[in-house]
């Protein structure tokens, strides 16, 4: 089955709550869109490289603001990647490409390998021949390698014609800071067959078992609690007991790290001698699943903490903008942390409407953030009913929805 090409969705754009951003400046960066009037090209048949861009020639795009150069010291593809930069009296930089003949993202979403001086959420916009804009984020720290990422949808400008975009643009608010982005691989992503999303719970918190288990159960909806194997039993953390009633109700026993916090303050050494202990007591004691996920405390890691958790889990999980389509790179899949109810309800209409593959995060479950993840479960067994999401596992995700 293909996805429809009309995209016709409506609502508020979430980067402030879900990757980082805040909201002026999301907004700020769509303002100077103008329509002009084209006639209708035909699209190109899919090429057999999918590879969009590979910044090879960056005289195919036009600098609005900021700056563009290429550095031949920084490349996933090719020999250069291309170096956007703000200076202080710029709001931000913003690049875009005009294609030769309209492109077709019926079936797919962007994903783009970049890397950051400081934390910040790029933006993708894809416009159509009438102006109409879907926008897509991805969320990066400040020194992280430059590896491909899955960008999420945050926001629709009008209703965007997917079967027929005009040109793209690559922008990041700028403020009153001074910043670089290094962007290479531009590629589409494939999209799915029907919305997909996973469901998952941080830092082993007690209220996973007695909160979020009785109500999955309802639905028959599996879900991961990520452990951190040293709190274990602690005070308010879910004991052993918990974790094997849990596994034996369908769940994913994912790990943590031993502690929970930070990795990237300690050294190398230290951090994967944190991951592997956790992967060893996991295993030691009954819970290392075929596909045991990793997801990084806080959302933070670096270079050394990428590759530790790459040599020994096949998945892990970030922060950042779900409502993406298959997973670029398995060790960096993005996800929402506490969805508010009206923010988790857009996700899963966005989610179903693109077929697209959205994780959904949450960590204590107490007061509004329970009143949410209800509402935003019943809300997705609703969908499911109409056949328009599924709920899957991590081990699923590995084996049919890695691009």
Known sequence: MKRRAYLAVAGAGLAGCLGGD????????????????TETPTPDPTPEDPLLEDFSDLSRWSVEEGSLTADEDRATVGEQ????????????????????SVENFTDALPALAVTADTDMSPL???TDIDGDRLLLRTAVGAGQPLVARDFGVVDTIGSPDLSAIDHIKLSVWAGD???????????????LETGTVLLQ????????????????EEHGYPATTFVPTARVGADGRLEEDHLETLQDAGWTIGSQGT?????????????RAEIETASEWLADNGFGAETVPFAYPLGRFNEATLEAVSDIHDLAFTGGYPVCGEITNPHLCPRATNPSA???????????ELGALTVLTYNDLEGDSLSAFETTVDHLADLEGEGRLEVIDPEALVESYLH
């Open 342 to 352: 009206s923010e988790g309800r857009q996700l899963l209409e966005w989610t179903a």
């Open 259 to 271: 502690r929970g916090s930070d990795l990237t303050d300690r050294s190398d050494r230290d951090q």
């Open 177 to 191: 800071r001074e910043l670089q982005l290094w962007c290479d691989e531009l590629r589409p992503v494939s999209r």
């Open 124 to 126: 993708i916009q894809l």
């Open 81 to 100: 990647s291309a170096l956007l930069s703000a200076d202080s009296s710029e709001d931000r930089v913003q690049i875009k490409r005009t294609f030769d």
């Open 201 to 216: 719970f941080d830092y082993g918190t007690e209220s996973t078992y007695t909160d979020a288990l009785p109500i999955l």
């Open 22 to 37: 805040d909201s002026e400046a999301a907004s700020n960066e769509t303002e100077t869109e103008t329509e002009t009037e």
